[in-house]
């Protein structure tokens, strides 16, 4: 039988979706919406990990999951070809967790380096919640429920699917069975698209260090940030020799810029590299590279924005949508953990004895 292809990928509801995650995977998302090569495709808000390093922030993570499906359908989701999901409308994806945690041990959580790197950058120390450290233990539910073996992700999500594949097989080993398929990260072809910089020079774009193009930022505000992005500290007249390495400007033109750019907005260039070399040898001003990069990210934004302003008229139906499909996943979650439940000996029904 041919193996079904089974597209899972998310979200945490933590704000609005920004340009890292755009580049990172909403792009991916779409190319493979229009590929149109599977038989499943979901998208998951994941409320119940944002929940883990917010505890007490709960009108955040529930304000963004409506937020979150705006910038979906905004950038280009369609509903009719992928299923948004709400997770903690799936209550079975808890109870894999719960199974799961057990094949896992606390010294290879603590070894995640995506995870090690969020809890430098929230502080926790002696206050890390247990959630919040099993958060990949989570995620691999999320994949496995659902049976994807396809997920389109950002660079740092890979220890992630790294943890589900190993959680694949300390299952079947333990419970000796074969019923999940390895998932497979897919990241965005373009190596600056996998972990898009912060406009302060940061090294990932993230809700969580403020350093962020929001999908739905005004005009203004995209400018703004853009004129205020770091570039190179040494590059001080235009005539100075500068740096193209770890510059954010760069960085994002890396990622958004087609040559077709150039012949509308930049003229004088024919390609990227041509404007690079002019950077480096010196004679090209901040400015100059800002307002071109500010072009770009305003034809990308501009019909995104129109399109949420469009569908923040009718949220109702966005909401029924949204409660719609996670009815369905939980009826196919519920048929994984029948088949986990079956496999570990956990059925007690057959006890029954009719
Ligand atoms: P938070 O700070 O709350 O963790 P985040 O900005 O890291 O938010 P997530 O919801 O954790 O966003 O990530 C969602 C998806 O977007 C993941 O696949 C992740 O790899 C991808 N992603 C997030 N930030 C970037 C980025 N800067 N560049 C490329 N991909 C990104
Ligand atoms: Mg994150």
């Known amino acids: 039988m041919e193996q079904r292809k089974v597209i899972l990928t998310g979200d945490r509801p933590t704000g609005n979706l920004h340009i890292g995650h755009y580049v990172g995977s909403v792009a991916s998302r779409l190319s493979l919406q229009e590929k149109g090569d599977f038989d499943k495709f979901y998208i998951l808000i994941a409320d119940t990990q944002a929940l883990t390093d917010n505890a007490d922030n709960v009108d955040k993570v529930k304000n963004n999951v409506i937020q979150l499906a705006i910038d979906y359908l905004s950038a280009g989701i ?63 539910s999320d994949i496995l429920a659902f049976g994807a073996n396809i997920v389109p992700v950002g660079e740092d999500q890979l220890p992630m699917i790294e943890q589900t594949r190993e959680i694949v097989r300390a299952f079947h080993s333990t419970y000796n069975c074969n019923i999940f398929s390895l998932p497979q990260a897919v990241l965005p072809e373009n190596k600056a698209c996998q972990r898009l910089v912060g406009t ?13 193009i929001f999908l739905k930022d005004e005009p203004d505000v995209v400018k703004q940030k853009i004129m205020n992005a770091y570039t190179d500290p040494n590059h001080i007249k235009i005539t100075d020799p500068g740096k193209v390495e770890g510059n954010v400007v760069f960085a994002y033109l890396d990622a958004f810029c087609k040559n077709e750019h150039f012949a509308k907005y930049l ?50 139906q966005i909401y029924e949508m949204l409660f719609e499909n996670s009815k369905k996943a939980s009826e196919v979650a519920r048929d994984t953990i029948a088949k986990m439940k079956d496999a570990m000996g956990i059925n007690y029904y057959k006890f029954l004895s009719k």
């Not at 302060?200 to 962020?212: E, H, I, P, T």
């Not at 950077?279 to 990210?297: A, E, H, M, P, S």
């Open 200 to 212: 302060d020079g940061n090294a990932k774009m993230s809700k969580s260090l403020g350093n962020c």
């Open 78 to 140: 369609d509903p009719s070809k992928v299923d948004i999901v709400i997770q903690s409308q799936v209550p079975e994806l808890a109870e894999m967790t719960m199974y799961f945690m057990n094949l896992v041990t606390v010294a290879r959580l603590n070894r995640n380096p995506t995870v090690k790197d969020e809890m430098k950058q929230r502080g926790f120390n002696a206050g890390l919640p247990a959630g919040f450290l099993c958060y990949p233990i989570s995620q691999a």
């Open 267 to 316: 003229p004088e260039y024919a390609n990227l590299d041509e404007l690079k070399a002019h950077y480096r040898r010196g004679g090209l001003g901040d400015v100059k590279i800002k307002l071109f990069l500010n072009n770009i990210l305003q034809e990308l934004l501009s019909p995104i924005r129109e399109k949420r302003k469009e569908l923040e008229k009718n949220l109702d």
